[in-house]
C-alpha cells in the first residue's frame, strides 16, 4: 500500500490541501464518509473512495448533501467516527439538520468539511459558510496549509467526541487544491463496532435546555482554543499595526509582511480556531496596538466577531482602530490575493511596492497573448445541441418565452455559447421550483412559455420535489432533463442514475423515466444531437398543459471522448461556405459557436480547428450551404 | 407631521429608475443592419404577411407553423431579406410593368384578356378551389414540360399549410384548394433554387408576385434566381388569415382537425366554411375579420398584376375560374391547354368583370388609405 492509504506514518507526500484533509481524517480512523460533489470539494470523498481500496471503509456520495450529514451522523450514533464533506451551497441544502443535530448531539467524532469558493470561481455564489457555525453553535477550525489542514482534521474528531457535537473545518479553493509536501503519520487501526446504545437517544427536546447545553458545550471548546496551537502571534513586541486573519488569507499576509519589510512594524495573529473565539488568547494581542487590520476570504466574520469583543472589553484595552471590510480598506467582496493585501500594507505604510517599469513593459504584451475569452460548452457537448434545439422551439412559439435554469454545465446558458437562453439560475433543483411557480401565473394572464432544465444529478439531488409540487398543484411546466450521464460539472462522479457507486460497486440504476411515470408524469425521450427533432419535440410539448419531461439524452462529450470516441472527421468545404455573405453572415461561429469551427482569415471562410473538434458532427446540419462535412473516421 | 411612511404610504415614487433599468439603459446599443430594418419595420410591427420570401435565403428566418420567425440577429449592413420583402416601401426600384401590346386598366393592371374557364379534369374538379384552372395548368405544364416543378402550398401536415415543391401530378391535386392562412410558400422556392432546380413554375398570392418582381432586382444572385421561374401563377386575393391566432380561436370554438377544404362564398354570404371530418361549420365572417393580417390592410393588389396569369373565383358561377391572362406566356399556355382539352373557357360575363374591376378597386383605396395611417 503506498500513497494516501498507506498504514506508516513519519514521511513526506506531495498532497493537495483536499487530500491532506482526506489523510487526516483517516489517521483519526474515521470509517464512515459521506459527501455530495461540488468545486472545490469534492476530492476529499475521492481521495477517501480511492482509500476504501486498501482500507476496511465506508465511502459514498449521497443524493445531497442534507442526506450525507444525516448518513455520517447515523455512523456517529452508533460509535463510528464519520466524515461528511461539502461545498459551500451544500450548508444550505443540509442546514436545517445542522441546526438541529447541535442540539441533540452526537457520539463518535463527526467532522463537517465545507470548502468555500471565493469569487465563485466554479460556484453560484461565494458564500462564506463560516457563519453557519455561529447559527448551529459548532466549533469551527480554518486551516491555513495542507499541513495544518492534516493535523486540524484528525484533531477535529477528537474535538468532536469531547464536547460531543459536530466540528466544522472550513477551506478555501487556494487551499483545498493546492499541493505541498505534507507530513503524514501512521494510520490507527481501524476496528469499528457500531452500536446504537439505546439507552441514550438524540433529540432537541426540552428545546432550551438543549440550546443552553448547546452553548456549554462551545465554551467547553473555547477552553481548548485558548491554548491551541492552531492560533499564534508572529512580530514585534508593541507593533504598529495588528493584522488578524484566518485560513489562506493569513499566507497571503505573511507574504506581503514580508515583501514589504514590515516584520519589525507590524504584528500577525493568526487563528485557526475561529468560533467561538479565544478570547483571552486574543484580549492579550489586542491590547498590543490601537489599529487592527482584518484579512480574511469573502464575509467579515472574524473582523465582526472581534470588534464586538472588543467593544465588550473596551474599558480594559482600550478604543482602537479597526480596519477591514467595513472601513473599506479590504475588499467587500471576493477572493483576497497577496496583491490585494500588498495594496493595503503599501497603503498603510506609504510603500510603494510596484514594480511600474516592468508593469510598463509587460502589461500591453500580456493584453496581445491573452485574448479575451468567454465561458463556453466544450466541442461536442450535448448542451449545445439541447440550448440549440430548445432557442428554435422557443423562437418558433414567438410568445416570448424563456428557460428556467439549474446548476450544472449547463448553468452556461446563460452565456452565448448556450444563446443566452438560461434567464434566471439560483439553487439546486430550483428552475423547477420556479417553473411550478411559472405554471400557475396562467390565471392572473401570464401566457409566456416556461421550459425548465436540469442535469440528472441535480434531478435527483432536489428537484424530485419540485416535479411533485407541479404534480400536485397541476402546474404548467415543462422539465427538460439534460442527461449526460455523469455529474460532469464537478469531474464525473457517480450519482443514483449511473448504476455505480462512489466505491465503484454496481447498484441498481434509479430510472428517471420510471420515476417521472409513476407520478403519472408525460416522458418522452430526445437525442440532444438530432436538433431539429428535439425541437420540434420540445414545441409541441410547449403547446401542452399540465407537466411533462422531456429526457434529452446523450454522454457528456468528454465521456464520449474517453469510451468509444466520435464517429467524424470533420471538414469545411470552402467553395460552398459562404462566409461573411449574405445567406450566412457566420452563421456557425457568430450564433452556433462551437469552439471547433475557426474563421479562416487568409480565406475569409470558416473552417474545422481540428484540434478542438471532436467529430461529433452536428454543426453539419445548422449549416445554409451544408458546408460543413461529415467524414467517417477510419 | 406624520411621515408618509407612518401613514401607510410607501415612498417607491420617489425611488427613481431601478437598479436593473439604469443597467440597461448603459447597455441599449442601435439597431442598424439590414435584418434589423426589416425586423423593426415589418416584423416587429406585425406587418409580415408571410409570404415567404425571405426565408430559406439564409438561416435567420424561418417559417413554422404559420408564421415568419426571426430566429437570430444578422449583423450584415444589406442583404436580400430587405430588398425582397414586399412590406418594404422600396421607391428605388421601377418594378418592371408589362409589354406594351397589352391593355393596362389602373384597377385590374395589365393584361391581354380576360376570360373564364374551367378544368375539364374530374378528379381535379373534385378537390380543387373552384374551377380547378391552377391545378390543371400547372399539371398541364408539367406533362408538356414547360416546367420541371412547381411551388405549390400544401395543406399542412400536423402543422401550418406550408410551401412544397410538387413534381408530379399527385403532388399537385394534393395541394388543390385554397387555404385562406398565409403560408409562406415562397420559403419552398429559395429551398429549390439551393438545390439547383431549373424551370420552376408557382402558383402564389399577389404579394408573393410582387416579391417574385423585386427578386429580379435583389442582391447579387437575384437575376439568376428570377430566371429559374418559368412560369408565375397569382390567386386574386382580398386577404389572408394568421394561422395561429385563427386556428388557436377556432380550436376554442370546438373545431376538430384536420381541414378539409375551406370557403368564402362571395357577398352577401358574409360567412367564413370550413370542412373538416365533423362535416361543414360556418363562422360568421366578422368573427373572423380579428385575424386577418395587418399587412394586408396595406396591400393594393387584388388580381396578382405582378404575374403571368391571374385566377380567381366568380361570383355565382361556382364551378368555373375567372381568368387574367397578362403575359404572351400566359396566354400562350391557355390557349394550348384549351387545344389539349385540359380546360375549357368561354366568356366573362359584363356584369362579372365590373365586379372584379370594383372590388379590385375598392383594395387600391383601402391599401392607399391605411398605407397613410399606418406608416
Ligand atoms: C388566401 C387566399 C385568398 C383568396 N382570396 C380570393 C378573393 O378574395 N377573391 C377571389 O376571387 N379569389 C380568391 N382566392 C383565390 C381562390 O380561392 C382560388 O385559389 C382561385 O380561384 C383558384 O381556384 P382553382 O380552383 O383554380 O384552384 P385550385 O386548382 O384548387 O388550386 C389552388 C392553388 O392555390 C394554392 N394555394 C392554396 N392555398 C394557398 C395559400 N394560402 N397561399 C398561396 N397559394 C395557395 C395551392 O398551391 C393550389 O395550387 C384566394 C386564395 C387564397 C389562397
Ligand atoms: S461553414 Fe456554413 S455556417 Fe459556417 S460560415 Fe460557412 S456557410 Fe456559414
Ligand atoms: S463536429 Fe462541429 S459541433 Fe461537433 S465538435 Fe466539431 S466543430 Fe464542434
Redesign the interface.
Known amino acids: 500500500m503506498k500513497g494516501i492509504s498507506q498504514r506508516s506514518g513519519d514521511i513526506h507526500l506531495l498532497l493537495q490541501g483536499n487530500e491532506a484533509i482526506a489523510r487526516g481524517a483517516l489517521e483519526a480512523g474515521v470509517v464512515f464518509c459521506a459527501g455530495y460533489p461540488g468545486n472545490p470539494s469534492s476530492e476529499i470523498i475521492e481521495t477517501l473512495a480511492e482509500a476504501a481500496r486498501d482500507l476496511p471503509i465506508y465511502v459514498e456520495w449521497s443524493v445531497n448533501e442534507k442526506v450525507a450529514v444525516e448518513a455520517a451522523t447515523a455512523a456517529s450514533f452508533t460509535g463510528c467516527r464519520a466524515i461528511v464533506v461539502m461545498k459551500q451551497n451544500g450548508i444550505n441544502v443540509a442546514l436545517d439538520f445542522l441546526t438541529n443535530l447541535t442540539l441533540s448531539g452526537t457520539r463518535a467524532g463527526l467532522v463537517l468539511v465545507t470548502c468555500d469558493d471565493p469569487s465563485g470561481i466554479s460556484s453560484t455564489n461565494e458564500e462564506d459558510a463560516r457563519i453557519f457555525a455561529r447559527i448551529i453553535d459548532a466549533p469551527l477550525l480554518e486551516p491555513t496549509t495542507p499541513q495544518e489542514a492534516l493535523v486540524m482534521t484528525t484533531w477535529a474528531f477528537e474535538l468532536s467526541e469531547k464536547i460531543e457535537n459536530i466540528v466544522m473545518i472550513r477551506s478555501v479553493s487556494r487551499l483545498s487544491h493546492t499541493r505541498t509536501r505534507v507530513l503524514i503519520n501512521e494510520l490507527p487501526s481501524f476496528d469499528p463496532r457500531p452500536h446504537f446504545d439505546t439507552g441514550l437517544s438524540f433529540h432537541t427536546f426540552p428545546v432550551v435546555a438543549k440550546h443552553k447545553m448547546r452553548h456549554e458545550k462551545l465554551d467547553l471548546a473555547r477552553v481548548l482554543f485558548e491554548k491551541s496551537s492552531f492560533n499564534h502571534y508572529e512580530g514585534a513586541v508593541r507593533p504598529e499595526l495588528l493584522i488578524v486573519s484566518s485560513g489562506c488569507a493569513w499566507t497571503y499576509v505573511t507574504e506581503a509582511v514580508d515583501i514589504l519589510e514590515l516584520s519589525d512594524r507590524v504584528g500577525t495573529l493568526k487563528l485557526g480556531t475561529t468560533w467561538p473565539l479565544p478570547k483571552g488568547f486574543l484580549k492579550k494581542h489586542l491590547a498590543k496596538c490601537d489599529r487592527v487590520l482584518f484579512v480574511e476570504d469573502v464575509d467579515p466574520f472574524l473582523e465582526d466577531n472581534v470588534k464586538s469583543f472588543g467593544a465588550d472589553i473596551c474599558m480594559e484595552i482600550g478604543p482602537k482602530e479597526y480596519m477591514g471590510k467595513a472601513s473599506g480598506h479590504t475588499p467587500s467582496c471576493g477572493e483576497q490575493t497577496p496583491a490585494s493585501i500588498l495594496r493595503v500594507l503599501g497603503r498603510l505604510f506609504s510603500v510603494d511596492w510596484q514594480d511600474h517599469a516592468f508593469m510598463d513593459k509587460v502589461s500591453p504584451i500580456v493584453k496581445d497573448i491573452a485574448p479575451p475569452r468567454e465561458f463556453g460548452l466544450c466541442p461536442g457537448c450535448p448542451h449545445r445541441g439541447s440550448y440549440y434545439a430548445i ?2 422551439a422557443l ?2 412559439d ?1 410568445r416570448d418565452g424563456f428557460v428556467s435554469g439549474d446548476i450544472g454545465c449547463y448553468t452556461m446558458g446563460i452565456w452565448p455559447t448556450g444563446f443566452n437562453q438560461v434567464k434566471s439560475v439560483h439553487a439546486m433543483g430550483s428552475g423547477l421550483g420556479l417553473a411550478s411557480g411559472y405554471g400557475k401565473l396562467d390565471r392572473f394572464g401570464f401566457h409566456q412559455p416556461v421550459v425548465t432544465v436540469c442535469g440528472d444529478s441535480t434531478f435527483f439531488h432536489a428537484a424530485i420535489p419540485a416535479l411533485i409540487n407541479a404534480k400536485f398543484n397541476g402546474a404548467d411546466v415543462l422539465l427538460l432533463i439534460l442527461d449526460n450521464s455523469a455529474t460532469a460539472m464537478t469531474g464525473f462522479q457517480p450519482h443514483p442514475g449511473t448504476g455505480k457507486t462512489a466505491m465503484g460497486t454496481k447498484t441498481d440504476p434509479v430510472d428517471m423515466e420510471a420515476l417521472c411515470r409513476s407520478l403519472k408524469v408525460d416522458v418522452e425521450v430526445a437525442d440532444p444531437y438530432d436538433m431539429l427533432s428535439t425541437a420540434k419535440i420540445i ?1 409541441r410539448n410547449m403547446q401542452q398543459k399540465g407537466p411533462r419531461v422531456l429526457i434529452l439524452r446523450r454522454k457528456c462529450a468528454l465521456v464520449e471522448g474517453r469510451e468509444r470516441g466520435f464517429p467524424y472527421k470533420m471538414r469545411v468545404d470552402q467553395d460552398l461556405c459562404l462566409g ?6 457566420r ?1 456557425c461561429l ?2 452556433f459557436r462551437c469552439p471547433g469551427l475557426v474563421w479562416d482569415k487568409h480565406a475569409q471562410k470558416a473552417k474545422i480547428d481540428g484540434v478542438i473538434c471532436v467529430g461529433c458532427g452536428i454543426c453539419s446540419d ?1 449549416c ?1 450551404q451544408r458546408a460543413i462535412l461529415r467524414e467517417e473516421r477510419e | 407631521m406624520v411621515s408618509r411612511v407612518l401613514r401607510g404610504r410607501l415612498l417607491l415614487d420617489h425611488i427613481g429608475p431601478t437598479y436593473t433599468e439604469v443597467l440597461k439603459r448603459q447597455m441599449e446599443s442601435s439597431a442598424s443592419g439590414a435584418q434589423d430594418r426589416l425586423i423593426n419595420k415589418v416584423i416587429d410591427k406585425g406587418l409580415c404577411v408571410a409570404c415567404g420570401a425571405c426565408v430559406g435565403l439564409c438561416p435567420y428566418f424561418h417559417y413554422f407553423d404559420g408564421k415568419v420567425l426571426a430566429m437570430a440577429r444578422c449583423s450584415r449592413d444589406t442583404g436580400r431579406c430587405v430588398e425582397i420583402c414586399p412590406l418594404i416601401d422600396r421607391g428605388d426600384i421601377a418594378l418592371d410593368k408589362m409589354t406594351s401590346d397589352v391593355m393596362n386598366t389602373p384597377e385590374i393592371g395589365p393584361y391581354k384578356k380576360i376570360i373564364m374557364a374551367c378544368s375539364l379534369d374530374k378528379e381535379i374538379n373534385e378537390k380543387a378551389q373552384y374551377g380547378g384552372v391552377v391545378s390543371s395548368l400547372i399539371t398541364y405544364a408539367l406533362g408538356k414540360d414547360i416546367i420541371r416543378s412547381a411551388i405549390l402550398t400544401d395543406a399542412g401536415d400536423g402543422y401550418a399549410p406550408a410551401g412544397t415543391v410538387a413534381r408530379s401530378r399527385s403532388d399537385v391535386i394534393g395541394c388543390a384548394g385554397s387555404r385562406y392562412t398565409a403560408s409562406a410558400g415562397l420559403e419552398a422556392l429559395n429551398m429549390a433554387i439551393k438545390t439547383g432546380e431549373q424551370k420552376l413554375g408557382i402558383v402564389g398570392l399577389p404579394c408573393q408576385m410582387e416579391a417574385l418582381t423585386r427578386m429580379r432586382h435583389m442582391g447579387s444572385d437575384g437575376e439568376n434566381r428570377a430566371n429559374s421561374i418559368v412560369l408565375k401563377i397569382g390567386l386574386f386575393c382580398t386577404w389572408a388569415l394568421d394561422y395561429r391566432s385563427l386556428f388557436a380561436d377556432l380550436r376554442n370554438r370546438g373545431l376538430r382537425e384536420p381541414i378539409l377544404k375551406c370557403d368564402i362564398p362571395p357577398p352577401p354570404a358574409g360567412v367564413f366554411q370550413i370542412c373538416t371530418r365533423d362535416g361543414w361549420r360556418e363562422f360568421p365572417l366578422n368573427d373572423i375579420r380579428p385575424f386577418i393580417k395587418k399587412g394586408c390592410s396595406l396591400c393594393q393588389d387584388m388580381t396578382a398584376e405582378w404575374s403571368d396569369i391571374s385566377v380567381g373565383a366568380i361570383e355565382g358561377i361556382d364551378e368555373w375560374n375567372t381568368v387574367v391572362l397578362r403575359t404572351d406566356l400566359g396566354l400562350r399556355l391557355m390557349e394550348q391547354a384549351t387545344e389539349d382539352g385540359v380546360v375549357k373557357v368561354d366568356d366573362l360575363p359584363k356584369k362579372n368583370l365590373m365586379h372584379l374591376a370594383e372590388a379590385s378597386f375598392n383594395k387600391k383605396e383601402r391599401g392607399r388609405l391605411t398605407r397613410g395611417e399606418i406608416r
Open positions: 432557442k428554435t423562437a418558433w414567438d414545441y461573411e455573405e449574405c445567406g450566412c453572415d452563421y457568430r450564433i445548422i445554409p
